[in-house]
């Protein structure tokens, strides 16, 4: 079955850096779309970053600039290198992954994914 387990949260300095992984099983990822989302309590989960199977690349404006989504399909592995860390960076981190191809040049929403991993979380100080 699919499995998605994220990595690398922690606790940094604003302006520090960090790098989340996502390791994937259960399936072979690499024509599958993947992405990055977060959450605060009391809101809803927000869409930062996406990577289709065709290394086509989405980002929402608020981490444009400073986190860079990327994959290795050999080890199956979807990560989120996060430069910059402002204190409002600070949440629970998801990833996300779909057997599909987004028909929309837009972070595809939440909804739209059928998996997700269980979160890491970020604060930023």
């Known amino acids: 079955h699919v499995q998605l387990v994220e990595s690398g949260g922690g606790s940094v300095q604003a302006g520090g850096s960090l790098r989340l992984s996502c390791a994937a099983s259960g399936r072979t990822y690499s024509k599958w779309c993947m992405g990055w989302f977060r959450q605060v309590p009391g809101k809803e989960r927000e869409g930062l970053a996406t990577i289709d199977s065709n290394g086509y690349t989405r980002y929402t404006d608020s981490v444009k600039g400073r986190f860079t989504i990327s994959k290795d399909n050999a080890k199956n592995t979807l990560y989120l290198q996060m430069d910059s860390l402002k204190p409002e960076d600070t949440a629970m981190y998801y990833c996300?992954?779909?057997?599909?191809?987004?028909?929309?040049?837009?972070?595809?929403?939440?909804?739209?994914?059928?998996?997700w991993g269980q979160g890491t979380q970020v604060t930023v100080s």
């Open positions: 996300a992954a779909d057997p599909r191809l987004p028909l929309t040049a837009t972070i595809p929403s939440a909804w739209w994914y059928d998996y």
